[in-house]
């Protein structure tokens, strides 16, 4: 009986390391393309590749270190920071084909004028801050699905086996905090809500078209602005890195999340 289990239980792990094989051989073997905003692209990472010019691709990006780990048989890294859904489609979605295996993408929040919310919350604090808030809010709401929508189609069209994998957006304040200086408690919770819009928006359209949600959200939490350890640049030079992912942010909170949906 004793040699029947022992030849069983190797058979097993026979088999195990068969099927991990396989599995890694698939891994190794896709073909993955990085598309989508700055969020993507690693701005406010440092560490920015030669003639990547304004699109600010930082090799700490998230899938500059996914492929780095995982070896795909092809990597095409497209996302461009202050990319919006017609730029995605106009002039990323050329580098996909039948044979991508694997396509990342964050955007939308370029389309609903995230950046001039924050510059006008920087620069005039409570009713036109929360207005331009409220405004941003409406267009995701209201605008923004159909952008989705438009580019999550065009993806599929262009890499009909691909597995799509979209990343969200993470709040960027801890409330309350440890800030002293800068935005009050009303504007940060106003600001963390429309980020909570976008990600609610984003991932409802991801749904309807087959696609995962990466929810970065969690993966943040306690490290948002005001926090203590803080993955997400402040106001810092040059400005355009502000409320953007740091090195810490993309490897810490980004790289996860994806690894975990790709």
Known sequence: ???????????????????????????????????????????????????????????????????????????????????????????????????????????GGDDAGFPDVMTTCVTSLGSTCLDRIAQARAYVRDTLPGRLDTVYSAIRAKAPNARVVVLGYPRLYQVPGDCLLGLGDTERRALDSAADDLDTTVAARAAAHGFAFADVRHAFAGHELCSKAPWLRSVTLPPEESYHPTQAGQSGGYLPVFTAAA
């Open 1 to 107: 009986m004793y040699r029947y289990a022992s030849a069983f239980s190797a058979l097993l792990l026979a088999l195990a390391a068969v099927l991990t094989g396989a599995a890694s051989a698939r891994a190794a073997a896709v073909s993955y393309a990085a598309l989508g905003d700055s969020y993507s692209s690693g701005l406010g990472a440092g560490a920015y590749e030669s003639g990547a010019g304004a699109c600010k691709r930082s090799s700490k990006a998230y899938p500059e270190l996914w492929a780095a780990a995982h070896h795909p048989s092809s990597f095409v890294f497209a996302a461009c920071s202050g990319a919006t859904t017609g730029d995605v489609t106009a002039g990323q979605l050329a580098r996909l084909s039948s044979s991508t295996g694997l396509v990342s993408i964050s955007v």
